[in-house]
């Protein structure tokens, strides 16, 4: 089991580009998020998808979109690459019962210059 | 609003000591409470989960407890060693009936000097 995979780990890009961070989980869980965190603030939600097919905004969605391609799969894209989306990216999977854990992966650092 | 306020924000020790971290939260209604482990470089990992009914729960040299009157929640490291240098985040879970949206706290980032 690989768990929670997230690609890439790093990259740097230039204001106004654009990137697809890619996200996979072979846990057969429902549930996956998007998160980014930053110093002294915490992780903060991005987006959510509840299940295959569905997909929810979180605190700080704007300037991203995501995809749910399937169970397994979840990508995040920034359209518009801004300074400001500097972070650190966390997805996270999660079960279906009530008190299960949120399992999450290495984390993508993205630098935009 | 949900909120979860950690403290302290940083925190020195030296190895084989003890520390106590604490949490306060505004989360209703109260579903868990969950303390994450996140190492630098590294995605958060679940130390321990408390549910309402439970007061205190250990794992290894690590102990939670909860107190649902007063919303408070303290993690207790014992005999501290250099790989619980980390940031240590408090996360408490509502009954949403739907979506589990977690609220997290900001964490304590503790550093065990030798």
């Known amino acids: 089991n690989a768990g929670v995979t997230q690609t890439p780990k790093f990259q740097v890009l230039k204001t106004g580009q654009s990137m697809t961070l890619q996200c996979a989980q072979d846990m057969n869980h429902n549930s996956m998020y998007w998160y980014r965190q930053d110093p002294g603030m915490g992780l903060r939600l991005i987006y959510y998808s509840a299940s295959e097919g569905t997909t929810d905004k979180g605190e700080v969605p704007n300037g991203y979109n995501v995809s749910r391609l399937n169970k397994r799969e979840f990508s995040l894209r920034l359209e518009s690459a801004a300074p400001s989306q500097t972070s650190v990216y966390f997805c996270?999977?999660?079960?279906?019962?009530?008190?299960?854990?949120?399992?999450f992966g290495p984390g993508t650092r993205l630098t935009v210059l | 609003k949900n909120q979860v306020e950690q403290s302290p924000q940083s925190l020195i020790i030296l190895e084989g000591k003890n520390c106590t971290l604490q949490c306060n939260y505004t989360v209703s209604p109260f579903s868990n409470l969950r303390w994450y482990k996140q190492d630098t470089g590294r995605g958060p990992v679940s130390l321990t989960i408390?549910?309402?009914?439970?007061n205190t729960k250990s794992n290894g040299r690590y102990t939670a407890t909860l107190d649902a009157d007063t919303k408070q929640s303290s993690l207790h490291i014992t005999a501290s060693q250099l790989s619980d240098s980390a940031s240590y985040i408090c996360?408490?879970?509502?009954?949403?009936?739907?979506?589990?949206?977690?609220?997290f706290g900001r964490g304590t980032s503790l550093i065990v000097h030798p």
């Open positions: 996360v408490v879970s509502d009954y949403t009936g739907g979506s589990y949206i977690p609220t």
């Open positions: 408390m549910t309402f009914s439970e």
């Open positions: 996270a999977s999660r079960g279906q019962s009530n008190y299960n854990e949120q399992f």
